[in-house]
């Protein structure tokens, strides 16, 4: 258990539709990253979040969103889906924001988009 | 635009045999850092390098961090089936610390 906890671990929703992945990250942790992975690809930075605010934006669709709450604990949203999102969505925290430390990474939500 | 490359791309070797993995990048790095992520897992944190020059030991692996901060390396001593995996580098442009540039990973087979 890397104390990174994302949910669910693996969803099936068809096109069109709208859906919600969760990340709590490990404690003590301000940073929240989203990175989508296809298959057999790299990681995708798509967005960080730092004590509750948006901190950095990488390649994230318009269709994409996400939010940290006072919590920490962020929501990535997908809406409209399309086919080419069916991926592994990974979330990751880390102490402080940006790239000066190192990432714990959840074990991921597999999304697959019919 | 800002890259890290990796190279090789796959890798098959024999258990017992060495093992390389080569990150450059197309800008001097703040940092590099080196993730595993085994078959079907999460990339997992192995070592973050941040000196110029600096080399890094954990058992069998060898990470250095190039005197001009834009290469690095990851040595495997005597593969283990342990060690199958993908293995990703990552690091902050210098000056930019706000993301990490991830390398695509090097994919290793160890036949046992």
């Known amino acids: 258990d890397s104390g990174v906890t994302q949910t669910p671990k693996h969803l099936i929703t068809a096109t069109g539709q709208r859906v919600t992945l969760r990340c709590s990250p490990r404690?003590?942790?301000?940073?929240v990253y989203w990175y989508q992975q296809s298959l057999d690809q790299g990681l995708q930075f798509l967005i960080q979040y730092y004590n509750g605010e948006e901190r950095a934006k990488g390649n994230i669709l318009e269709r994409f969103s996400a939010q940290q709450f006072p919590d920490l604990h962020s929501e990535l949203n997908l809406s409209s889906l399309e086919l080419g999102d069916s991926a592994l969505y990974f979330c990751?925290?880390?102490?402080?924001?940006?790239?000066?430390?190192?990432?714990?990474f959840g074990s991921g939500t597999r999304l697959t988009v019919v | 635009g800002q890259q890290v490359m990796q190279i090789p791309q796959y890798q098959h070797v024999q258990e017992g045999e060495d093992f390389t993995t080569y990150c450059n990048s197309s800008?001097?790095?703040?940092?590099i850092q080196w993730y595993k992520q085994r078959p079907g897992g999460h990339p997992v944190f192995l070592i973050q390098l941040v000196k110029s020059g600096e080399v890094k030991k954990q058992k069998r692996l060898t990470f250095q961090f190039g005197e001009a901060k834009k290469n690095s390396s990851l040595h495997i001593t005597a593969t283990q089936t342990t060690d199958v995996g993908t293995y990703f580098c990552a690091g902050p442009r210098a000056g930019n610390n706000r993301k990490l540039i991830w390398g695509l990973g090097t994919s290793l087979a160890v036949n046992p």
């Open positions: 990751a925290s880390s102490v402080g924001g940006g790239g000066n430390y190192g990432y714990t």
């Open positions: 404690s003590g942790d301000l940073s």
């Open positions: 800008t001097t790095l703040s940092n």
